[in-house]
């Protein structure tokens, strides 16, 4: 199976469009919005090289949010921080369905995320405003991700994609799920509605031949 991250236009990769379209849409309507996306695309086109690729990502989505605060209505206890990151949270996942599992791209992603959690503050100071963890802004979209874009045995009957589309798209979201599950990101529904999947996928929706059905497969 080949990545869904090769299939390029003008020599560029498929989230690329997705971001740089993503942009342009939103610049009008939602002048802060963009900010989001150059940081996910900026981060992806970053150098292979480049340790500091993710730190840095890390450290403009910590800058947007303190930027925001003399600007934007927060209320306590969370001051905006979980909707700011249930926003870079949003683009993540969306452009993930593009970047194939196994590449630097893919760990790039998840490791952003994960930086973002690890470098938080411990509270909220109004004086000096820095970006304070809170879990659902990342659980929601993980979920709504999850369940938008996974696979069962009815998928292949549904999907009006082909085929490697969304079972690519799937496998490269799931990949993106465990690896912010390993490092402690989705505790607190992640197991259920985890759970609940593989129950769907091989107990309640039998149809389908796994050797040969690809949305059993997946």
Known sequence: MSSTNEDKTEDRPRWLINIENSIKE???????EPSY?????????????NEQAVPDAVTRFYQLYGDGAETEQREPP?????????????????????????????D????????????AATEYDTVNPQFVYHDWGLETIASGSWNASHVDASTKNLATDPEQTWT???INTSALISKLYKEGLL????????????????????????ASYAGRQA
């Open 187 to 210: 505790d607190t529904d992640g197991p259920i509605w985890l759970t609940w999947d593989f129950v769907m996928a091989f107990e309640k929706l039998k149809k389908g031949d796994i």
């Open 78 to 106: 969370e001051y905006g921080a979980a909707y700011k990151l249930n926003s870079i949270a949003d683009v993540v996942f969306e452009a993930v369905r593009d970047v194939f599992y196994t590449t630097l791209e893919h």
């Open 26 to 32: 939103e610049l009008e309507e939602f002048p802060s």
């Open 168 to 170: 690519e798209a799937w």
């Open 37 to 49: 996306y150059e940081i996910v695309r900026d981060l992806l086109l970053a150098p292979k090289d």
């Open 108 to 119: 790039r992603l998840a490791e952003f995320l994960i930086g973002i959690k690890k470098g």
